[in-house]
């Protein structure tokens, strides 16, 4: 497999739930960002992880919680959420060196629906 | 977090015709990147810009990095059926990326 994959594709949970979204990337990238992407909103960054490190926290709520084993693997547990956490997460990777001219590259996303 | 201007946010067009969307940001960027996003399907990079000035071309696409790196556009030519998407632009000046509302590309056969 190449580049960047997600599993699952599709996950609908109640609201009492706990699960886990999955993120890989085969590019031998350093960087490793969540995305939230929502109907008609631009995509909202989450979290970023620099060499397994975690470099920014958006403000995201508690009830996800992020988890960075390596530098090609990248989770989203979530519990407890709330029906407006429905959308599209998406995961990218980046090469993650010094300076700017790397790009970042993203995965198929996870469509979440929370009941 | 800053958000990009990007305009149009729809467009419907005839197949074969040319489509021009852009980009513009209150901040200088590094980077101008545009990608294509298919229904249910992430984001796909189409053309990476670097420079202030630079016009890069991908096929039938064309992507240029404004002067005053505050803007950047993306032309289409010749659209075709599968140019269907939302269009995005993105710009980072650092570890963190920023992105555009977004241009919904309707093609008539």
């Known amino acids: 497999e190449t580049g960047v994959t997600q599993t699952p594709r599709h996950l609908v949970m109640g609201m009492t739930n706990k699960k886990s979204l999955k993120c890989e990337q085969h590019l031998g990238h350093n960087a490793m960002y969540w995305y939230k992407q929502s109907a008609k909103k631009p995509l909202e960054l989450m979290f970023v992880y620099n060499f397994k490190e975690q470099t920014e926290n958006n403000s995201v709520p508690s009830r996800f919680s992020p988890e960075c084993p390596n530098s090609s693997h990248l989770f989203l547990h979530l519990h407890t959420l709330q029906p407006e956490d429905s959308a599209l997460y998406l995961c990218a990777s980046r090469l993650g060196l010094a300076g700017d001219t790397d790009t970042q590259y993203f995965g198929p996303g996870t469509r979440l629906t929370v009941l | 977090g800053q958000q990009l201007n990007q305009s149009p946010q729809s467009m419907f067009i005839q197949e074969g015709e040319d489509v021009s969307m852009n980009c513009t940001s209150s901040s200088i960027f590094n980077t101008w990147l545009w990608y294509k996003q298919d229904p249910g399907e992430g984001p796909v990079l189409l053309i990476a810009?670097?420079?202030?000035?630079e016009l890069t071309s991908n096929g039938r696409l064309t992507a240029q990095f404004g002067i005053t790196r505050k803007d950047s556009f993306l032309n289409i030519s010749a659209s075709i059926p599968s140019d269907v998407g939302i269009y995005f632009c993105a710009g980072h000046p650092g570890n963190q990326f920023y992105f555009g509302t977004g241009t919904s590309l309707t093609v008539i056969p």
């Open positions: 810009l670097y420079k202030a000035g």
